[in-house]
């Protein structure tokens, strides 16, 4: 290998806060250099030879030293970081300022020293993180310092870096003191690199270590429930809704079920699944039931719940069905990307690969929707079938409910002993191998934390239009205009092609970035679609409703309320229309809908009419404009 013109351990320091840029909102034109760059300098930070750089990126040493002063050169923000690779970007450097009473605090505060030693190199007595950056170890630290009693005016809180740049440089002198536990650190990380990336082959036998392999379905749920359709005059109908799907991502070595997801839909996508899998990594937060009876175990019953230190865990391999829906190339992307995971297909009909998954999903409806009046059974032909539609309006089974059951059900699950875990619960399994044999699972660092929280965002982009006839810079998104203030007011941006990064379960706002992968900020789409929350998929429902009413190209000012509107007017007798009215309303977060709110407003009480206007024929606009139908009706045609 050849020499180093940099300190390596330094380098890797500091590209623990370098702000990965998506590669999405690199420009076409420039993403493929950007990456290449990026590689060239990651393989040079990681310890790779410059002849292999060179083969891999076609990058010569020279300029892989030029792309990593630009990384290391520091703005008024910090440090440039991957941001300086992307070409023709040129901020000017600033020096970076750092105290020099570091020495000093350690000698006053001795306890310290253990502090920064043992979470760094992963001591359990500090941490259950085994490969902690820099940035992390610094807000323990700053908390730390607080604990001690250290104040605000002191150091390091009356410094610009907090002593960052000093802790830094105290690291290093530790790594360089205890060779040994750096090794050690460096090559599980290594390992962990190496292991997680990329797309694997099948998998074929079951893992020891939690987390190191979790397998993700979908199962169509054994039970009926029903909606409410909010009709025109004030009343409510109950309509049973077409069946849900439950997601379930479980831990091969524990049988733990990590976390979950529920759709309405009536045939699932990959947004889905990706939120099954976000939510197995996000800590979970409890329910409030409104269910009688219904309580979380002592211990919470999901792992984040029973194990506050294991927050957002990361898999090794990801195991799922060739099914439509898993296989979006978007899906793969963002798992293999985001997750730095890989992904195992089980082949087309061997359904064994996923049996552990499949016998969790057989037990959940044994256990739970079995035993409810409204279940559908296993088949048509299943005793336990008796006329599930009928029940669930008889019994008000609601979807709400439903959710609250499977919290429940899955908490219980995860508290039972389990024949294949030595009759240990999967939760237990779990403390076993994690707290007793050291079978420590990797945990996100704070960038990848918000990674994982953006997991099922896209991205795209657009041409910034405008200042014709005096109108305002905006973009055209799915048949809406979007604008900010940034954008609109300034001009700058006209005729610029920008890129956008939105959720698709919420467009009514996006996050702009420019060319160069700067920020712009949030843009808000126009009119109802600015101020509702809703999904791409209820967008494109709204304008199909739109244009088969001849309305394309009119002003629509509410097409949400009138799309929401037709729905629960055909809701009365198709299911899927109830089912869709039920998931626009669920989108906006919404206990009433938009219909029932407005009528609310309107009065039925005519005693408030003056005595000269009882007849009708006295009557004026003011006189009834704020009278519903039924008062009307009374006074035109008597009681």
Known sequence: ?????????????????????????????YREIYIKRKKAVDMYIDGYSTMDIFERTGIVHNHISKYIQKCIAVDTNGYLGYQGLIPYTRITPKPQKESGYFSKLIKTYPTLKDFIAGNFFGDKKYTLEKNMNLKTLHNKFLSECLKLGIQQHEYPF??????????????????????????????????????STGIGKRYTHNALIPFSVVQVDGHIMDIQYNVEIYNSD????????????????????????????????????????????????VPRERMTFTTKGFRYPENGGYYSLAFPELRYVLFDTLMLDNAKSHLAGHTVNKI???????????????????????????????????????????????????????????YDITYDEILELLEVLIAEYNNTPHSGLDNLTPLESMRKKIFEAGMSPTLADASMMKAIEQLDYRTTTRKVVGGKNGKRAYINFLGSEYRSNELSLTGTYIGQTITIIYNPRDISSVEAYTKNGLYIGTLIARGEFGTKSHSVKTRKNVKKFARERGREKLEFDTPITAYEQSLYDKGKKDRRSATKADIVRREQGKDIPSVVKQQETVSTDISKLKPEVQNAKDLKYDDIKDLDAYALYKIMFGS
């Open 336 to 394: 293999v990307d985001e997750l730095k995971c890989s992904i195992n297909f089980g082949s087309v009909a061997t359904p064994e690969t996923r049996g552990i998954i499949e016998r969790f999903f057989g037990g959940l409806e044994t256990r739970g929707f079995h035993k409810l009046p409204s279940t559908t059974g296993s088949n048509i032909r299943d005793l336990k079938r008796r006329e599930p539609e009928k029940a669930a309006v008889k």
């Open 234 to 281: 004030g009343t409510i109908s109950k309509i049973v809704a077409t069946r849900a799907w439950i997601f379930a991502v479980i831990d091969v070595a524990t049988r733990c079920i990590l976390g979950f997801s529920v759709s309405q839909e009536f045939n699932y996508n990959q947004y889905d699944v990706i939120e099954a899998i976000k939510n197995a990594i």
């Open 158 to 195: 009356n410094t610009s870096t907090k002593g960052y740049v000093s802790l830094c440089k105290y690291v290093k002198t530790l790594q360089k003191e205890n060779i040994s536990k750096q090794a050690e650190r460096e090559s599980k990380d290594n390992r962990q690199k190496l292991h």
């Open 1 to 29: 290998m050849a020499e180093k013109r940099f300190d390596i351990n330094e380098l890797r320091s500091i590209r623990e806060n370098w702000n990965d840029i998506p590669s999405e909102v690199i420009p076409e034109k």
